[in-house]
């Protein structure tokens, strides 16, 4: 089993997937425990996301991009404003999908289904191209 995953170890996609998923989980927990405490839908999505801001950076910056992390000092500093940044337009993307679909009646767990795709795909592309772009390219 372990020789089965080993592979998959190496694929850097993959590896940012599963921190996604960990991200995520602390996303939609928290999402769908503010929902059910009454805070407002795109409230709810931005609190959750902002959860899943930190727990992704601690997990991929280490786990999925740990060959690319910059060391302690300044060029570190710019990785982490970077991926806020990505981070802040992930949120953005969240919250208007989000927010728009509330608004025009359809169910904010299903918005946010579809904001889940959407801003995985913005960061991925973000932090893999600029944010840990790799040091020799910085």
């Given at each position: 089993?372990?020789?089965?995953?080993?592979?998959?170890?190496?694929?850097?996609?993959?590896?940012?997937?599963?921190?996604?998923?960990?991200?995520?989980?602390?996303?939609?927990?928290?999402?769908?425990?503010?929902?059910?405490?009454?805070?407002?839908?795109?409230?709810?999505?931005?609190?959750?996301?902002?959860?899943?801001?930190l727990v992704h950076w601690l997990?991929?910056s280490r786990k999925v991009f740990?060959?690319?992390?910059?060391?302690?000092?300044?060029?570190?500093?710019?990785?982490?404003?970077?991926f806020v940044f990505s981070a802040?337009?992930?949120?953005?993307?969240?919250?208007?999908?989000?927010?728009?679909?509330?608004?025009?009646?359809?169910?904010?767990?299903?918005?946010?289904?579809?904001?889940?795709?959407?801003?995985?795909?913005?960061?991925?592309?973000?932090?893999?191209?600029?944010?840990?772009?790799?040091?020799?390219?910085?």
């Amino acid at each position: 089993m372990v020789q089965l995953i080993q592979p998959v170890r190496q694929i850097r996609l993959a590896r940012y997937m599963a921190a996604s998923v960990v991200a995520l989980g602390a996303d939609m927990g928290s999402f769908l425990l503010l929902l059910g405490i009454g805070v407002f839908a795109a409230g709810a999505s931005a609190a959750g996301y902002c959860l899943g801001i930190l727990v992704h950076w601690l997990v991929s910056s280490r786990k999925v991009f740990g060959d690319t992390l910059a060391a302690s000092g300044p060029a570190r500093t710019r990785q982490k404003v970077l991926f806020v940044f990505s981070a802040l337009l992930g949120l953005g993307l969240t919250t208007t999908i989000v927010g728009a679909a509330d608004f025009a009646g359809f169910n904010p767990r299903l918005a946010k289904l579809v904001a889940i795709v959407a801003s995985f795909a913005l960061t991925w592309v973000l932090r893999n191209r600029i944010v840990f772009r790799g040091l020799a390219a910085a």
